[in-house]
Protein backbone atom coordinates (compact mmCIF):
# COMPACT_ATOMS: atom_id res chain seq x y z
CA UNK A 1 0.00 0.00 0.00
CA UNK A 2 1.05 3.29 -0.80
CA UNK A 3 1.18 6.01 2.31
CA UNK A 4 1.73 9.53 0.89
CA UNK A 5 1.17 12.03 -1.77
CA UNK A 6 3.50 14.44 -3.24
CA UNK A 7 1.87 16.82 -5.68
CA UNK A 8 3.41 19.36 -7.85
CA UNK A 9 1.72 23.22 -7.70
CA UNK A 10 1.37 24.69 -11.04
CA UNK A 11 -0.21 22.70 -13.38
CA UNK A 12 -1.43 20.04 -10.76
CA UNK A 13 -3.56 22.17 -8.20
CA UNK A 14 -4.08 24.94 -10.22
CA UNK A 15 -3.61 26.18 -13.54
CA UNK A 16 -0.77 29.34 -12.93
CA UNK A 17 1.01 28.36 -15.90
CA UNK A 18 -0.81 31.43 -18.01
CA UNK A 19 -0.02 34.18 -15.73
CA UNK A 20 3.81 32.82 -15.50
CA UNK A 21 3.30 33.17 -19.61
CA UNK A 22 2.05 36.76 -19.64
CA UNK A 23 4.74 38.36 -16.98
CA UNK A 24 7.51 36.13 -18.51
CA UNK A 25 6.18 37.64 -21.52
CA UNK A 26 6.07 41.34 -21.12
CA UNK A 27 9.43 41.44 -19.71
CA UNK A 28 11.06 39.99 -22.50
CA UNK A 29 9.25 42.09 -24.68
CA UNK A 30 10.95 44.74 -22.65
CA UNK A 31 14.46 43.39 -22.66
CA UNK A 32 13.44 43.30 -26.76
CA UNK A 33 12.97 39.18 -26.65
CA UNK A 34 9.78 37.67 -28.10
CA UNK A 35 8.52 34.17 -26.92
CA UNK A 36 5.60 32.45 -27.74
CA UNK A 37 3.61 29.51 -26.30
CA UNK A 38 6.15 26.74 -27.25
CA UNK A 39 9.00 27.89 -25.55
CA UNK A 40 6.75 28.87 -22.66
CA UNK A 41 6.09 24.69 -22.15
CA UNK A 42 10.22 24.39 -21.33
CA UNK A 43 9.81 26.89 -18.55
CA UNK A 44 7.28 24.88 -16.63
CA UNK A 45 8.61 23.52 -13.55
CA UNK A 46 11.91 25.46 -13.94
CA UNK A 47 12.92 27.78 -11.01
CA UNK A 48 12.41 31.77 -11.62
CA UNK A 49 16.11 32.80 -11.98
CA UNK A 50 16.45 29.20 -14.51
CA UNK A 51 13.92 30.92 -16.28
CA UNK A 52 15.33 34.13 -16.66
CA UNK A 53 17.87 32.12 -17.75
CA UNK A 54 16.51 30.35 -20.53
CA UNK A 55 14.77 33.38 -21.35
CA UNK A 56 18.01 35.63 -22.09
CA UNK A 57 20.03 32.51 -23.76
CA UNK A 58 17.08 32.36 -26.22
CA UNK A 59 17.31 35.90 -27.04
CA UNK A 60 21.22 35.76 -27.47
CA UNK A 61 21.24 38.07 -24.49
CA UNK A 62 23.17 35.52 -21.82
CA UNK A 63 25.95 37.82 -21.00
CA UNK A 64 24.37 41.30 -20.93
CA UNK A 65 22.99 41.82 -17.70
CA UNK A 66 25.01 41.11 -14.11
CA UNK A 67 23.61 39.24 -11.53
CA UNK A 68 22.37 42.32 -9.90
CA UNK A 69 20.67 43.18 -12.78
CA UNK A 70 19.01 39.67 -13.45
CA UNK A 71 17.46 39.81 -10.00
CA UNK A 72 16.42 43.22 -10.26
CA UNK A 73 14.58 41.52 -13.82
CA UNK A 74 13.41 38.22 -11.87
CA UNK A 75 11.65 40.41 -9.05
CA UNK A 76 10.07 42.63 -12.01
CA UNK A 77 8.45 39.70 -13.20
CA UNK A 78 7.33 38.57 -10.01
CA UNK A 79 5.64 42.10 -9.38
CA UNK A 80 3.36 41.50 -12.06
CA UNK A 81 3.07 37.58 -11.78
CA UNK A 82 2.08 38.13 -8.05
CA UNK A 83 -0.77 40.81 -9.38
CA UNK A 84 -2.21 38.81 -11.73
CA UNK A 85 -3.31 36.12 -9.26
CA UNK A 86 -4.72 38.85 -6.96
CA UNK A 87 -8.55 37.31 -7.96
CA UNK A 88 -7.19 33.51 -7.83
CA UNK A 89 -9.90 31.71 -5.42
CA UNK A 90 -11.18 28.35 -5.12
CA UNK A 91 -12.86 28.27 -8.28
CA UNK A 92 -9.51 28.40 -9.71
CA UNK A 93 -8.62 24.91 -8.38
CA UNK A 94 -8.27 22.12 -11.08
CA UNK A 95 -10.94 19.34 -11.61
CA UNK A 96 -11.23 16.65 -9.12
CA UNK A 97 -8.38 18.86 -7.08
CA UNK A 98 -10.69 19.39 -4.35
CA UNK A 99 -12.21 15.84 -4.17
CA UNK A 100 -8.91 13.73 -4.71
CA UNK A 101 -7.87 15.95 -1.21
CA UNK A 102 -10.99 15.55 0.81
CA UNK A 103 -10.90 11.87 0.00
CA UNK A 104 -6.80 11.70 1.20
CA UNK A 105 -7.92 13.64 4.42
CA UNK A 106 -10.64 11.31 5.56
CA UNK A 107 -7.95 8.59 5.04
CA UNK A 108 -5.58 10.33 6.97
CA UNK A 109 -2.78 10.01 3.97
CA UNK A 110 -0.43 12.96 4.29
CA UNK A 111 0.39 15.33 1.65
CA UNK A 112 2.94 17.26 0.60
CA UNK A 113 4.00 19.96 -2.04
CA UNK A 114 6.84 19.88 -4.37
CA UNK A 115 7.24 23.34 -6.36
CA UNK A 116 10.00 25.53 -7.71
CA UNK A 117 7.29 28.05 -6.69
CA UNK A 118 8.10 30.47 -3.93
CA UNK A 119 4.52 31.91 -3.98
CA UNK A 120 3.25 28.00 -3.28
CA UNK A 121 2.17 28.89 0.15
CA UNK A 122 0.43 32.16 -0.90
CA UNK A 123 -1.21 30.48 -3.37
CA UNK A 124 -2.69 27.57 -1.56
CA UNK A 125 -3.77 29.86 1.15
CA UNK A 126 -5.67 31.88 -2.42
CA UNK A 127 -7.06 28.44 -3.39
CA UNK A 128 -8.41 27.67 0.29
CA UNK A 129 -6.62 24.20 0.39
CA UNK A 130 -3.37 25.30 2.60
CA UNK A 131 -4.98 22.97 5.54
CA UNK A 132 -4.58 20.08 3.36
CA UNK A 133 -0.74 19.97 3.35
CA UNK A 134 1.26 18.65 5.61
CA UNK A 135 4.40 20.51 4.20
CA UNK A 136 5.58 22.67 1.20
CA UNK A 137 9.03 22.48 0.23
CA UNK A 138 10.99 25.37 0.59
CA UNK A 139 12.70 25.76 -2.54
CA UNK A 140 15.20 28.14 -1.37
CA UNK A 141 16.61 24.71 0.47
CA UNK A 142 17.13 23.09 -2.78
CA UNK A 143 20.61 22.51 -4.44
CA UNK A 144 18.91 21.51 -7.36
CA UNK A 145 16.04 21.95 -9.42
CA UNK A 146 13.59 19.43 -11.23
CA UNK A 147 14.62 16.98 -12.87
CA UNK A 148 16.65 16.42 -9.78
CA UNK A 149 14.60 14.28 -7.66
CA UNK A 150 15.86 16.17 -4.48
CA UNK A 151 12.65 18.09 -4.13
CA UNK A 152 10.67 15.18 -4.51
CA UNK A 153 12.80 13.09 -1.78
CA UNK A 154 12.25 15.89 0.97
CA UNK A 155 8.36 16.01 0.39
CA UNK A 156 8.44 12.46 1.27
CA UNK A 157 10.93 12.86 4.26
CA UNK A 158 8.70 15.48 5.20
CA UNK A 159 5.76 13.60 5.80
CA UNK A 160 7.36 11.05 7.34
CA UNK A 161 7.18 8.00 4.21
CA UNK A 162 9.83 6.38 1.98
CA UNK A 163 10.29 7.53 -1.21
CA UNK A 164 9.20 4.15 -2.37
CA UNK A 165 5.83 4.37 -0.58
CA UNK A 166 4.68 7.83 -2.10
CA UNK A 167 2.85 8.97 -5.41
CA UNK A 168 4.09 11.90 -6.77
CA UNK A 169 1.82 13.81 -9.27
CA UNK A 170 3.16 16.46 -12.04
CA UNK A 171 2.30 18.00 -15.28
CA UNK A 172 6.03 18.66 -16.14
CA UNK A 173 8.46 16.25 -18.22
CA UNK A 174 11.00 17.66 -15.83
CA UNK A 175 8.85 16.78 -12.73
CA UNK A 176 7.85 13.18 -14.00
CA UNK A 177 11.94 12.54 -14.34
CA UNK A 178 12.40 13.75 -10.80
CA UNK A 179 9.46 11.99 -9.22
CA UNK A 180 11.09 8.43 -10.90
CA UNK A 181 14.33 9.51 -9.89
CA UNK A 182 13.31 9.65 -6.23
CA UNK A 183 11.69 6.32 -6.75
CA UNK A 184 7.82 7.12 -6.82
CA UNK A 185 4.90 6.18 -8.18
CA UNK A 186 4.54 8.90 -10.86
CA UNK A 187 1.06 10.31 -11.97
CA UNK A 188 1.22 12.65 -15.27
CA UNK A 189 -1.79 15.08 -15.52
CA UNK A 190 -2.18 16.56 -19.18
CA UNK A 191 -4.30 16.91 -21.57
CA UNK A 192 -1.90 17.45 -24.33
CA UNK A 193 1.54 16.21 -23.83
CA UNK A 194 2.77 12.88 -23.68
CA UNK A 195 4.87 12.61 -20.28
CA UNK A 196 7.27 9.95 -21.21
CA UNK A 197 7.88 7.29 -18.18
CA UNK A 198 4.77 8.33 -15.96
CA UNK A 199 3.39 5.53 -14.33
CA UNK A 200 0.13 6.55 -15.38
CA UNK A 201 -1.16 9.66 -16.81
CA UNK A 202 -4.55 10.85 -16.97
CA UNK A 203 -6.19 13.90 -18.72
CA UNK A 204 -7.54 15.72 -14.97
CA UNK A 205 -7.85 14.28 -11.25
CA UNK A 206 -11.27 13.66 -11.97
CA UNK A 207 -10.07 10.27 -13.80
CA UNK A 208 -8.23 9.23 -9.84
CA UNK A 209 -9.58 7.60 -6.66
CA UNK A 210 -7.56 7.67 -3.38
CA UNK A 211 -8.58 4.29 -2.57
CA UNK A 212 -7.56 2.30 -6.11
CA UNK A 213 -4.24 4.37 -6.59
CA UNK A 214 -2.56 3.50 -2.87
CA UNK A 215 -2.97 0.09 -4.53
CA UNK A 216 -0.85 0.41 -7.40
C1 LIG B 1 6.76 26.43 -11.01
C2 LIG B 1 6.33 26.87 -12.41
C3 LIG B 1 7.44 27.62 -13.10
C4 LIG B 1 7.94 28.76 -12.20
C5 LIG B 1 8.43 28.19 -10.88
C6 LIG B 1 8.92 29.27 -9.92
O1 LIG B 1 7.65 25.38 -11.12
O2 LIG B 1 5.96 25.75 -13.19
O3 LIG B 1 6.94 28.13 -14.31
O4 LIG B 1 8.98 29.47 -12.82
O5 LIG B 1 7.36 27.49 -10.27
O6 LIG B 1 7.82 30.04 -9.52
P1 LIG B 1 7.90 31.39 -8.69
O7 LIG B 1 6.47 31.58 -8.22
O8 LIG B 1 8.84 31.14 -7.53
O9 LIG B 1 8.40 32.44 -9.58
MG1 LIG C 1 3.88 22.02 -12.93
Not at 11 to 27: C, E, M, P, Q, S
Not at 101 to 110: D, G, H, T, W, Y
Amino acid sequence: MKKGFVFDLDGVITDTAKFHYIAWKNLAAELGITINETFNETLKGISRMDSLEKILAYGHKENDFTTEEKEALAQKKNEEYVKLLADLSEKDLLPGVHNFLVQAKERSIPCAIASASKNAPMILEKLGVLDFFGHIVDPETLKKGKPDPEIFVKAAESIKIESKDAIGFEDAQAGIEGIKAAGMYAVGISETENLAGADLQVASMTELSVEKLLTV
